[in-house]
């Protein structure tokens, strides 16, 4: 159980290997921002060899400088054309455009792509390096929602590994190397609970957008963090963790656990169960996944074993947070579902944060989505694509009724 292709055990002398050449795909964003300073602390053993970025075009410099990769990749065309790229390194080539990400996906020269652009705007430069047989570091979760069954095949024809980021699935992933796959009972995923876990329902009608991206424990990108605070990012990982480890929906737990400390759970058929537990820093599994299958030194904290410690965990209620129950509904169905619920969401919350929607009415636009469209089993690539579109739609239609 796990990723679809694991790569075996590699030289018993890993300093003695060349630099794993890593591309960063949102190089801007949270995760990118962490993803380079373990790459920073790697001692050249991991080395930037591109770095993308959408809009935020003067990081994206102030970053090459730092890295000096053989590539920057700026997405959004028209910001590219109009920034005057003073001060990017002349040994680093400018590339711009969509497609230039799965260019560089597929490229020789890239070992492991790191996929940290949010949303399905980061759907293509997953593909294509899965497609070229790569190493996929995963912090992307709405590839696997979208198109979980047809990523895994290719996966498997083309040999690639998907290794995940995500703390959750990270955690999950460390886990299951405690037993076997037939050994394995369920797996449980914890959540904070959000930072309105113990708001009623009044108090949550009138969260604002600030509100709303003050996430107790995590620092994040504002559309993660009000996933977050929604819930809805629970849902999106119960459908990734269905298709990262190939379990049904019945076979996923999830438990409010508001410290943050323990990422997630594994029970095995014994009653046994296996957590990995950390402080909540992104650092630790990004360095898991990219130094794959190697522990090197700390980047992030440890915990302080010397302090007395406080961990709580209790069900997620349902009716408290119907994003869950919307996550386990895709997850049983697969098909479609994923992509339309995900589309849905990017939709809700980029409604929300520009003051178009409440903050209630996210999950309740995203149920609605995946309640009307026309379910299909066994979509193909082309058929995701239009039901995304169709999906976004739908929901500024729903905000504008």
């Not at 995963?138 to 990523?151: D, Y």
């Not at 049904?248 to 058929?269: G, K, L, T, W, Y």
């Not at 709580?312 to 479609?336: H, M, N, Q, S, V």
Request: charged share 20%; net charge negative; with cysteine.
């Amino acid at each position: 159980m796990g990723p679809s292709q694991l790569p075996s055990e590699v030289s018993s002398n890993p300093q003695a290997e060349s630099p794993r050449r890593i591309a960063v795909m949102g190089a801007t964003g949270s995760i990118g921002d962490n993803a380079l300073q373990v790459i920073a602390a790697s001692q050249g053993r991991l080395t930037a060899v591109a770095l993308s970025a959408h809009s935020r075009l003067e990081r994206l410099v102030e970053l090459a400088k730092k890295f000096t990769p053989k590539w920057v990749i700026a997405t959004d065309e028209v910001a590219a054309k109009a920034y005057k790229w003073r001060g990017l390194p002349k040994e680093t080539e400018l590339l711009v455009g969509a497609e230039a990400l799965e260019q560089v996906a597929r490229d020789a020269e890239v070992d492991t792509v790191l996929a940290a652009i949010v949303g399905s705007a980061g759907l293509g430069s997953t593909l294509a390096a899965v497609e070229a047989g790569k190493t996929v570091a995963l912090a992307n979760k709405e590839t696997l929602v979208a198109a979980g069954p047809i990523v895994k095949k290719l996966a498997d024809k083309h040999g690639a590994t998907l290794l995940p980021v995500d703390s959750e699935h990270s955690a999950i992933f460390q886990s299951l190397k405690s037993g076997t796959r037939s050994e394995v009972h369920r797996i449980v995923i914890t959540a904070s609970g959000g930072p309105f876990r113990t708001w009623n329902a009044d108090a949550l009608r009138q969260v604002t957008v600030d509100e709303a991206l003050a996430h107790p424990t995590w620092d994040m990108g504002p559309k993660i963090t009000i996933d977050s605070a929604t819930l809805m990012n629970k849902a999106l990982e119960i459908v990734e963790a269905r298709w990262l480890f190939d379990l049904p929906a019945d076979r996923i737990e999830v438990m409010i656990h508001p410290q943050c400390i323990v990422h997630s759970m594994v029970e095995f058929v014994d009653g046994s169960v296996i957590a990995q537990m950390s402080p909540p820093d992104m650092r630790l599994p990004i360095q898991y996944a990219l130094e794959y299958p190697h522990r090197r030194e700390a980047v992030a904290p440890r915990i302080d074993w010397t302090q007395r410690m406080h961990l709580e965990f209790e069900p997620a209620d349902i009716g408290r947070y119907p994003a869950i129950e919307l996550g386990f509904r895709a997850a049983r169905k697969g098909g479609t579902a994923g992509v339309v619920v995900n589309a849905a969401n990017e939709t809700a919350v980029a409604q929300f944060l520009e003051g178009e929607l409440h903050f209630t009415e996210i999950v309740p636009a995203c149920k609605s989505v995946l309640e009307s469209h026309n379910f299909n089993p066994t979509p193909t690539l082309d058929e995701l694509a239009k039901l995304d579109q169709w999906a976004r739609r739908e929901v500024e239609n729903w905000v504008c009724a």
